[in-house]
């Protein structure tokens, strides 16, 4: 164990001596400071405050990423382009030991780099809190009263500098009326006819040719798999058909929405807020249309409200907590104004409720563990490649691990076998190579949680941390280190010549 502790802190040591270390952590500190005083956001205090959090986490994972990886490969492919590795192997020390002890070393390094940023981060954004918001600069020259609301200072508070439980309305349920139309599709047109029909379009779109080939036609009209997947489509048209008529909102229409599992701390009377936006289909000359909302208990009443609400802009509606039941459920119902010359859309991704269940302290920390969690999978990768690569292929081999991880999302979606249109060899080569490697490779993605998480004041819970640690990153760091160990283990240092 002595000796393992010694890899690490020669490990540490070298890093700290080496160039990378020194560049990357001058990159670091010009990055947050210049973030923190020079973006403004949307001239308001709370937009500054998120811009800053936002470009200021990103870029610290971005960077700390990169530092891991460099560093990582660099120290382990010199061992072996140096032959300083015979030292470590002739001594009584497993060859797991050293790549653990060359990972942990990393990991410290990070650590220190990560609290170090994240301390920064917290003292600029406590800065920014305290300055003045525009009604706070009026209020002092004369120009607005003293006790007039500001709501660029509650938003700070109550939007930024919190932690938020965020959930989604449930899912319409509409099986029952789309089995009905189904059923009435299928009868009304022959079922028979109908998947030919279907049949001789994707054929049409697949050839580009004038008239399928019938034979085909009757072929793949026999085949049940086929029959299968065309009715399985027609029912999937046929629910989002459904889901999109119910989320457009006629004049004096009512569209109730349910929200499970609101569970807001008890002992603290704090507002529930419904965040959402509308898009009208004929958008009104004064940019404003007439809603209603009600929010419904059973056992307590209910509460409404009448508003003006801006189209294709978010809107906020307070509600108060005794209007979620007993079985945690909240039922919303939103109504278009009779009056309104319009018809409005809702989508599901516009609208959430949020309600506070911690601080940003607290927040932050787990934010800064998520993103450790993220650099020891890369610390890993970098150990993995540098045991048996040269410095400028494992390094690269690494970039290009680190860029795909970041377009994860992207990638997965992109590869994704559409039901829709003919599928060819090609198709089902990048998809089962792109599944293929994010089983192995989690998703890093910058732009996102935790930097949406701080940036929101949304919450990053302990389940999101866990399933990051114990199934997700945190595991593939762990099979990392194995393989790296198990290929190391193998590695033919020196041939011995007689």
């Excluded at 700390?64 to 010199?78: D, E, I, M, P, S």
């Excluded at 789309?178 to 049949?199: G, M, S, Y």
């Excluded at 499970?260 to 419904?274: D, F, H, M, Q």
């Excluded at 997700?472 to 790296?484: E, H, I």
Aim: aromatic share 10%; charged share 25%; net charge positive.
């Amino acid at each position: 164990m002595r000796r393992f502790w010694a890899v690490t802190r020669a490990t540490v040591l070298e890093c700290l001596r080496s160039k990378f270390a020194v560049v990357f952590a001058a990159l670091l500190a010009v990055c947050v400071l210049g973030v923190g005083l020079s973006f403004k956001g949307d001239g308001t205090l709370r937009g500054r405050i998120q811009t800053f959090l936002d470009y200021s986490t990103t870029l610290t994972q971005l960077l700390l990423g990169l530092l891991t990886l460099l560093l990582a490969t660099f120290v382990t492919a010199r061992d072996m382009r140096d032959k300083t590795v015979f030292t470590v192997a002739s001594k009584p020390l497993s060859r797991p030991a050293y790549v653990a002890g060359r990972w942990l070393g990393i990991v410290l390094l990070d650590a220190v780099l990560l609290l170090a940023a994240l301390a920064a981060i917290y003292a600029l954004a406590q800065y920014l809190r305290s300055l003045p918001t525009a009604m706070e600069r009026d209020k002092r020259v004369g120009r607005l009263p003293a006790d007039a609301w500001d709501p660029d200072r509650q938003a700070v508070e109550s939007e930024v500098f919190t932690a938020r439980m965020m959930i989604k309305p449930d899912p319409f349920d509409v099986d029952e009326l789309v089995q009905q139309q189904k059923q009435r599709l299928l009868e009304e047109a022959d079922q028979e006819q109908l998947i030919r029909d279907q049949i001789r379009s994707r054929l049409a779109l697949r050839d580009r040719r004038g008239t399928p080939d019938e034979a085909e036609v009757e072929r793949q009209a026999g085949n049940p798999a086929i029959r299968e997947e065309i009715l399985s489509q027609i029912e999937s048209h046929l629910r989002r058909r459904i889901v999109e008529e119910l989320r457009l909102v006629q004049p004096g229409q009512q569209l109730p929405l349910i929200f499970s599992g609101v569970r807001p701390p008890a002992g603290r009377r704090e507002l529930l807020k419904l965040r959402y936006k509308f898009y009208a289909i004929r958008r009104p000359q004064s940019g404003l249309v007439k809603s209603l909302w009600v929010a419904e208990n059973p056992q307590k009443g209910r509460q409404f409200e009448w508003r003006d609400d801006p189209v294709d802009a978010a809107s906020t509606w307070e509600i108060a907590p005794e209007a979620v039941t007993d079985d945690h459920r909240l039922l919303v119902f939103y109504q278009n104004g009779p009056e309104n010359p319009t018809a409005v859309k809702i989508l599901p991704d516009e609208i959430t409720l949020l309600y506070r269940v911690g601080g940003f302290e607290a927040n932050l920390a787990h934010a800064a563990a998520l993103m450790l969690v993220r650099l020891m999978f890369l610390a890993a990768c970098g150990v993995l490649f540098g045991v048996w690569m040269t410095f400028p292929v494992a390094a690269l081999t690494c970039l290009i691990i680190f860029f795909l991880g970041c377009m994860g999302h992207f990638v997965q979606e992109a590869t994704k076998l559409s039901p829709y249109s003919d599928r060819g060899v090609l198709d089902y080569t990048s998809y089962a190579l792109a599944r293929f490697a994010f089983f192995f490779m989690p998703n890093l993605p910058l732009v996102s949680s935790p930097a949406d998480a701080l940036r929101d004041g949304t919450v990053i819970s302990w389940r999101v941390l866990a399933a990051e640690a114990l199934t997700g990153t945190g595991l593939r760091a762990l099979a990392g280190l194995v393989l790296g160990s198990l290929i190391f283990w193998r590695k033919e240092l020196a041939r011995v010549q007689v």
